[in-house]
């Protein structure tokens, strides 16, 4: 992954139960939705800019890897966050995004601190490089639209620790997203628009033009359920955290635990494959 003009964002609580197993569902209280299905909000993980207000110059640190975590020194309730990210182009008019185009897709680790007392969400998700994950396999789209190929897919994730591999995350369906299609994408336009900086949120907008509106987003589009083991467990130095996101009407979910254990996967597999350091 280069460290292209783009904006990285991440959509908080697009998973029925996710935020409650992660223990953060009191983080958002405040936030007042229109349906009880919607997601809460979206965040940074990374804004290509030098000109960050003090408080946010995190941000600015490339985070991305594709074949490691770094284990944070201030913290060790690390946890995976097993997710699809859509690579989109990004189109404006007078300082405001007209429309997000979803391309490709990949498997991605929104790895992240619990800190009960962060101040805003994204606070929890850059502590420098090597600290998320984007496969390096992107699988192009032909349509973010119902019955386009990520419909077909499924989300499955793993643990591996002195080589005992366990699951981490429920294996479940890109359908099973609260906000998908061009739903999920209306709503994220409204928040890179509108998201006010209130509680765990960030302005949005304000990054934007900060970072001289990015023509690209590389955007997470919410966790899935953990295993009782994923929701137990959190990783440690020299752990493995695998993710695959894979089409379930070529591969079984035995066939996909296979590869995970031999921490080998088909070419036609968005797989993310990271070591703890």
Not at 73 to 97: M, R, T
């Amino acid at each position: 992954m280069q460290k292209t003009h783009f904006i990285g964002l991440g959509v908080a609580g697009n998973f029925a139960g996710h935020l409650e197993q992660a223990g953060e569902a009191a983080d958002f209280v405040k936030i007042k939705t229109t349906e009880a299905i919607q997601p809460k909000a979206i965040f940074p993980f990374y804004v290509p800019s030098e000109s960050l207000a003090q408080a946010d110059k995190f941000l600015a640190t490339f985070p991305l890897s594709h074949d490691c975590i770094r284990f944070p020194k201030d913290a060790d309730n690390l946890q995976i966050e097993p997710e699809v990210a859509l690579i989109c182009d990004v189109e404006y008019s007078d300082g405001k995004v007209t429309a997000l185009r979803p391309t490709h897709f990949a498997a991605y680790n929104d790895c992240s601190i619990r800190r009960p007392n962060a101040h805003k969400i994204c606070e929890k998700k850059n502590w420098g490089a090597h600290s998320k994950g984007i496969s390096a396999t992107q699988i192009a789209l032909d349509h973010f639209e119902p019955s386009g190929n990520l419909d077909q897919f499924r989300i499955a994730c793993f643990h591996k620790r002195n080589g005992k591999l366990a699951e981490y995350g429920i294996d479940s369906p890109t359908l099973g997203y609260s906000y998908f299609h061009q739903k999920l994408i209306d709503w994220i336009i409204d928040r890179m628009n509108h998201q006010p900086d209130q509680d765990p949120m960030n302005n949005i907008a304000e990054l934007l033009k900060q970072a001289n509106y990015p023509k690209k987003a590389i955007i997470s589009i919410g966790a899935t359920r953990y295993t009782e083991f994923g929701e137990t467990h959190f990783l440690q130095p020299n752990d493995t955290s695998i993710i695959a996101v894979y089409n379930g009407n070529l591969y079984s979910h035995e066939q996909i635990s296979a590869m995970a254990e031999a921490e080998e996967f088909a070419q036609d597999i968005s797989a993310l494959i990271q070591k703890v350091i």
